[in-house]
């Protein structure tokens, strides 16, 4: 039993956050080659594009805890596990640690500090990256505004670059 309930604001998210899984599960079993071969008449691209959201408030508007109440659904109601088919990542630790999550730089397999290993990971850590995110479905970035942009577009070109293969990992168009 839940001691805090969601507020109207974190419920509109729950609920979008269940409306797009249970649309995954749909597309899942009626299975996207066989729909596009019997029935392209109800395909949809719109249907296919990921879910994309941001979550803002000032602190202590329960950002935070909408993420755990995330996490508890993947976990117990998918039987999902974090890192395989979703992940939460952080700037910091703290944050990291505070959401069960992981740090930013280790979930990109990047540089820190400045130190220049670019090309050790542009070669080599791909195939580590592409390995422990090859069923990543959702990303969630806590704290996203403390990320410098550069950072965060390498950050971006990691899991990008890692994702070749699987149903979410391009669109019908291949991009």
């Not at 998210?13 to 599960?25: G, H, Q, W």
């Not at 066989?34 to 008449?41: A, D, G, M, T």
């Not at 202590?60 to 995330?70: D, F, L, Y």
């Not at 659904?73 to 990542?89: D, K, N, P, S, Y």
Request: with cysteine; aromatic share 8%; net charge positive.
């Amino acid at each position: 039993l839940e001691e805090e309930i969601p507020n109207a604001q974190q419920l509109r998210i729950l609920i979008a956050v269940k409306d797009r899984l249970l649309l995954e599960i749909e597309l899942e079993k009626e299975g996207l080659e066989l729909r596009r071969k019997h029935q392209p008449y109800l395909f949809s691209t719109e249907r296919e594009e990921p879910m994309r959201a941001l979550i803002h408030g000032l602190p202590g508007t329960g950002k935070s805890r909408v993420i755990n109440w995330v996490r508890r659904i993947f976990m117990e109601a998918r039987e999902w596990t974090h890192g395989v088919q979703f992940l939460c990542v952080a700037f910091q630790n703290k944050v990291a640690y505070a959401m069960g999550g992981t740090a930013l730089h280790a979930a990109g397999d990047l540089p820190i500090g400045g130190s220049s290993n670019a090309g050790k990971l542009a070669h080599q850590d791909i195939n580590e990256v592409f390995t422990r995110n090859q069923h990543l479905r959702w990303l969630f970035i806590d704290e996203c505004f403390m990320i410098p942009v550069d950072l965060l577009g390498l950050f971006s070109s990691s899991l990008q670059s890692a994702a070749v293969k699987g149903r979410y990992a391009k669109r019908l168009d291949k991009t």
